[in-house]
């Protein structure tokens, strides 16, 4: 029991450690209260520049006649009305036509790397399911997360989810990493193991580098497409692209790393994105990869965009068609392995890839758009860039529908203005004009990690979700749009503590009239989070045994309930909503399910902590959040029942049993886990979170009880 509690003790502390570190770079102002909200800009028009310099040199493609016969048999055989499925002709004749220009690659990769163990026989120690929509990881963490949903056959609406997770071990000794598949029949409310990849070797994933594809057609085999970066030697070799594809509803596998022409042992390959245009074509889609390549030469750094297709995408072993060269002319920089290139497919009358460049060092004010026809393997043509907003425009991810003339396209990216971070998207309707419009950029959030995903066949309809953190605390936002409209906007749908590893992923749900779907995680537990409505609410609480009265400030992060009560008797408690309070603003966000609108009590609970009232209903709903801060009077709370210590109203420290009442049973309490020196996290006779039960804790609580403090409440 000993080693046990220790291990928790540690784990715990780790994660405190990383939140402070993580804190020290992330900035924030102070007066948080007396800014409101901005939830949405309205959409500005953005110019399309174009000039000749690096980013618009690109390759050139020069077919001769006999190469554009070949090219055109495979656009025709590609066709949805074509009765030649599966895509093995049109790989045949890509081999053809490699024979006669050598402008790309194609090959089968050789280099396994991790094994597959179906979910029906894997056994990891804890439960596999999803418990309301948490996916227990069992110590592993999850750095990366990607999802994608079937659209197509019986088995529509049913929900993949992968995970990157990562042991905490680094250097030549550690465990290798393991890829996790999950998947949902019940739109999110529960999940299975499909199969898990353990690694080979000491491979670890990078946070943040991964991505899926689902293939299908109306029947048959259904194939997971999954492209993750990960580095060598425990975390200290060579960064590369692995590639794994599982097949559903019975697992196989394979997995590889992609070896560009070109290769060599200096490069360091990350940021890998794939997308195909299945949407449009569901017997002979094509799959299509970026990645960006860090090539040092000289002690600086030549970022290239990479790419390479897949022809013949239903199978678990598929050849790959690379293009060796960059899609553009490098310039020198410094080593920033924040660089992407995102793609997608879409559809103006002819099927068109559009590649997005953004963060490259010391061009990062711009975001670069690249053109070409998707039905053929040839390079992109530069088309131009953007610069919409500030100056440090970072993680750039666009996304298509990929229908038939669907020509919408969403880009979301962060703007990072001297670390206040501000999530943006950017829109277009003919994929040449674009209008930019600010999601959050408050000056009290910090909204980065973006990414967003398009419904397929459904034209203007997106999801974005991304991290909004609120001073230290990561709390995950989302947006919904229907032919550009924003339908839902959450400020937090996560309904517990949100910091992580991996930024949280978009997604849609199979629900009439519900479609929203986020998925994101904490430090070892990922969760799914359905539904479009919720209703949001900032609140400030201090608590009086963890407050410092010389900082103002609490000495951890601590976790409150807000409950929602009806404003007439017998004032039934109608909703509940957790928050983990930032321990220097002392307030954060709270999500509540039920989405209520209208007037109610609010009603804050902590573990140790006395039951109190506001002093009047307060106003919430669905729309732009409403704020409250308990700490600024005493007559914010319901009879005026709150402490004054330092320069801020407290809510009473002592209700160790939470009976509505600090007397003589919870000094019982401290005073035995006093007696017995227990220590750690989250006793609740540990008033005021120094994690020892001592002197210190009886104190706060005799105070109380010769006060005779209990819960006021109408």
């Excluded at 997971?224 to 070799?237: A, E, I, K, Q, S």
């Excluded at 290239?304 to 239903?314: E, H, N, Q």
């Excluded at 960059?326 to 590649?355: E, R």
């Amino acid at each position: 029991m000993l080693a046990i509690y220790l291990q928790n003790l540690m784990i715990k502390a780790f994660v405190f450690l990383f939140i402070i570190i993580f804190s020290i770079t992330s900035g924030f102002t102070q007066d948080s209260f007396s800014k409101k909200k901005v939830v949405q800009n309205e959409k500005q028009p953005v110019k399309l520049m174009k000039g000749i310099n690096n980013f618009s040199k690109t390759p050139e493609n020069i077919h001769t006649p006999q190469e554009l016969d070949i090219i055109s048999e495979m656009n025709q055989i590609k066709q949805p009305e074509s009765n030649i499925i599966g895509g093995e002709r049109i790989l045949e004749l890509q081999k053809r036509l490699e024979a006669t220009n050598s402008s790309t690659i194609t090959k089968q990769e050789t280099n396994p790397m991790g094994r597959l163990i179906p979910g029906s026989i894997y056994n990891s120690g804890g439960t596999d399911n999803l418990n309301v929509s948490d996916i227990i990881n069992n110590y592993n963490s999850p750095v990366g997360i990607a999802v994608q949903v079937e659209q197509r056959g019986a088995t529509a609406g049913k929900i993949w989810i992968a995970l990157a997770l990562v042991n905490g071990d680094t250097g030549m000794l550690a465990r290798p990493d393991t890829l996790a598949i999950y998947y949902s029949v019940n739109n999110g409310a529960s999940y299975n193991l499909h199969a898990v990849v353990p690694f080979s070797g000491h491979n670890k994933f990078i946070s943040n580098d991964i991505d899926m594809e689902i293939i299908e057609n109306t029947t048959g085999t259904k194939y997971l497409h999954v492209v993750f970066g990960y580095v060598t030697n425990g975390h200290y070799g060579q960064r590369l692209i692995g590639y794994t594809i599982i097949s559903a509803p019975t697992p196989t596998y394979s997995g590889s790393t992609l070896i560009f022409p070109g290769y060599n042992l200096t490069s360091q390959y990350t940021q890998a994105r794939i997308t195909s245009d299945n949407a449009r074509y569901p017997g002979n889609p094509y799959i299509t990869i970026a990645v960006t390549q860090d090539s040092i030469s000289g002690g600086l750094s030549y970022f290239l965009s990479k790419t390479c297709r897949v022809l013949s995408p239903f199978t678990i072993s598929p050849s790959i068609t690379y293009f060796p060269r960059s899609i553009y002319a490098p310039v020198a920089g410094f080593s920033n392995y924040d660089v992407v290139t995102d793609v997608a497919n879409y559809h103006n009358g002819n099927d068109s890839l559009i590649f997005i460049l953004s963060n490259y060092p010391g061009f990062n004010d711009r975001i670069y758009f690249y053109k070409a026809f998707s039905n053929s393997t040839v390079y992109p043509t530069a088309n131009g860039s953007v610069s919409p907003s500030g100056n440090n425009l970072e993680y750039a991810r666009i996304a298509a529908n990929g229908g038939t003339n669907q020509i919408k396209l969403m880009i979301t990216y962060s703007d990072n203005n001297n670390g206040d971070f501000d999530q943006w998207i950017l829109t277009t309707e003919d994929a040449s004009n674009w209008s930019s419009t600010a999601l959050d950029n408050t000056s009290y959030n910090n909204s980065k990690f973006g990414d967003v995903i398009g419904r397929r066949n459904a034209d203007g309809s997106f999801e974005v979700a991304f991290k909004n953190a609120f001073g230290y605390m990561e709390n995950v936002g989302t947006y919904s749009f229907t032919d550009f409209a924003v339908t839902s906007l959450l400020h937090s749908v996560n309904t517990n503590y949100g910091n992580s590893y991996a930024s949280p992923k978009p997604a849609f749900r199979y629900i009439p009239g519900d479609s929203c779907m986020t998925v994101w995680s904490d430090f070892y537990t990922t969760h799914s989070t359905g539904g479009c409505v919720t209703s949001n609410l900032y609140v400030k609480v201090g608590l009086e045994g963890f407050l410092n009265e010389v900082t103002s400030e609490h000495s951890q992060y601590v976790h409150i309930n807000v409950l929602l009560a009806n404003p007439l008797p017998p004032y039934n408690i109608l909703d509940t909503g957790l928050t983990y309070l930032e321990y220097q603003r002392l307030e954060n966000v709270v999500a509540f399910p039920r989405a209520l609108t209208g007037n109610f009590y609010l009603v804050v609970k902590n573990f140790n902590s006395l039951e109190t009232w506001s002093a009047a209903p307060v106003y919430v709903s669905p729309s732009n959040p409403e704020f409250y801060d308990f700490t600024d009077s005493d007559s914010k709370a319901y009879g005026n029942n709150m402490v004054f210590k330092g320069s801020v109203w407290c809510i009473y420290s002592g209700d160790v049993d939470q009976d509505g009442s600090i007397d003589g049973t919870d000094t019982q309490i401290i005073d035995n886990d006093a007696y017995n020196f227990v220590t750690g996290m989250s006793y609740v006779s540990d008033l005021n979170g120094d994690y020892f039960v001592d002197g210190t804790d009886m104190l706060i609580c005799d105070n109380n009880v010769t006060n005779f403090v209990s819960t006021v409440r109408p």
